[in-house]
């Protein structure tokens, strides 16, 4: 059964040092997504993402954050300056439609 | 922005109960979703529900989209140790500026006891 790959599994970086976390969606998949979840929280939508370009993001989402599909099978989240808050686990999602989301294992990000 | 309140926060049960856990929002979804997560990796989608009213089944799992498209609900009959775990609801908005975006609960931590 197809589904969402992420690497690495876990990063470590220290605060200030650019981040880059790799997702591989669902082949078919035309809708993207970044969650993220704090330690003992409920998920968080970071962005969406359809036809090469965002479609939503939260206030989370900020200057410090991109997103990008450089090529047909991988969909990126970039942190330019970690700060101590983004440690938390990064989901990437795909669907084919926007409601049947289907996540990845996820990244363990750990700012020190 | 849409808030969700998920209960119970936490359950215990003996192998072989059924559950019932529930979401209610302030406000309007025109998607409800239920994810399971265990520990360390991604939620897994158990059932999505369309429509006001729909009543879907998958396997032991039913979940309904409540009529006032404000809640929804899961039920899991005749639990096996296997069901532990983080159960999350999910709405998704009325089209437009919330397109795509899942609003998750708070999560019920799901114990069974064999």
């Known amino acids: 059964e197809p589904e969402v790959t992420q690497t690495p599994s876990h990063q470590v970086t220290q605060m200030g040092q650019e981040v880059i976390l790799r997702c591989v969606p669902i082949?078919?998949?035309?809708?993207f997504y970044w969650y993220r979840q704090i330690l003992g929280q409920k998920v968080e939508f970071l962005v969406s993402?359809?036809?090469?370009?965002?479609?939503?993001k939260s206030e989370i989402f900020d200057d410090q954050f991109s997103v990008e599909r450089p090529d047909g099978s991988n969909f990126t989240l970039k942190i330019r300056s970690t700060k101590l808050e983004d440690s938390a686990m990064y989901f990437c999602?795909?669907?084919?439609?926007?409601?049947?989301?289907?996540f990845g294992p996820g990244t363990r990000l750990t700012v020190t | 922005g849409q808030q969700l309140n998920q209960s119970p926060q936490s359950m215990f049960i003996q192998e072989g109960e059924d559950v019932s856990m529930n979401c209610t929002s302030s406000?309007?979804?025109?998607?409800w979703l239920w994810y399971k997560q265990d520990p360390g990796e991604g939620p897994v989608l158990l059932i999505a529900?369309?429509?006001?009213?729909e009543l879907t089944s998958n396997g032991r799992l039913t979940a309904q989209f409540g009529i006032t498209r404000k809640d929804s609900f899961l039920n899991i009959s005749a639990s096996i140790p296997s069901d532990v775990g983080i159960y999350f609801c999910?709405?998704?908005?009325?089209?437009?500026?919330?397109?795509?975006?899942?609003?998750f609960g708070q999560g019920t931590i799901l114990t069974v006891h064999p």
């Open positions: 406000s309007i979804f025109n998607t």
């Open positions: 999602a795909s669907s084919e439609g926007p409601s049947e989301q289907y």
């Open positions: 529900l369309y429509k006001a009213g």
């Open positions: 999910a709405g998704q908005g009325a089209g437009g500026t919330s397109y795509g975006k899942l609003t």
């Open positions: 082949s078919n998949h035309l809708y």
């Open positions: 993402f359809y036809n090469n370009e965002i479609s939503e």
